[in-house]
Nanobody, 116 residues
Framework: QVHLVESGGGLVQAGGSLSHSCAAS????????MGWYRQAPGKQRELVAS???????NYAGSVKGRFTISRDNAKNAVYLQMKALKAEDTAVYYC??????????WGQGTQVTVSS
C-alpha cells in the first residue's frame, strides 16, 4: 500500500502564488508517475500535472506556463508551484502516485481557493 501526505494549498487572490508538496511512503518501488489532479465543484476530476521518475513532465493546457511540477526521488516527494493563479484554478487538489496516470493511490486532498 502507498500512503500519500499532502501539504500546501490555501486562499489567495487572483494573480498570487501557492505551492503544494506531497510525500509518499509504503510500497513505493513500483511508482513511476506522481503529480496532481484537481476537482472543482460540479466538475470531473482533471489531471493538472504529472512527472515521471525520470523527470518527464506533463501539464494541462490550462496551467502550462503558470504551474511547475518537480520531484525529489530520494525523498519520494513531489512539489507543485502555482503562479498567476486564476479563479478557475479553485478546486480541491489531490496528489497521486502510481505506475500509470490512472492512479489508485491518492492523497487526502487540499483546498485551493482563488478569489477574484
Amino acid at each position: 500500500q502507498v500512503h500519500l501526505v499532502e501539504s500546501g494549498g490555501g486562499l489567495v487572490q487572483a494573480g498570487g502564488s501557492l505551492s503544494h508538496s506531497c510525500a509518499a511512503s509504503g510500497s513505493i518501488f513500483n511508482i513511476n508517475f506522481m503529480g496532481w489532479y484537481r476537482q472543482a465543484p460540479g466538475k470531473q476530476r482533471e489531471l493538472v500535472a504529472s512527472i515521471t521518475s525520470g523527470g518527464i513532465t506533463n501539464y494541462a493546457g490550462s496551467v502550462k506556463g503558470r504551474f511547475t511540477i518537480s520531484r525529489d526521488n530520494a525523498k519520494n516527494a513531489v512539489y507543485l508551484q502555482m503562479k498567476a493563479l486564476k479563479a478557475e484554478d479553485t478546486a480541491v487538489y489531490y496528489c497521486f502516485a502510481d505506475k500509470t496516470l490512472i492512479p489508485a493511490h491518492w492523497g487526502q486532498g487540499t483546498q485551493v481557493t482563488v478569489s477574484s
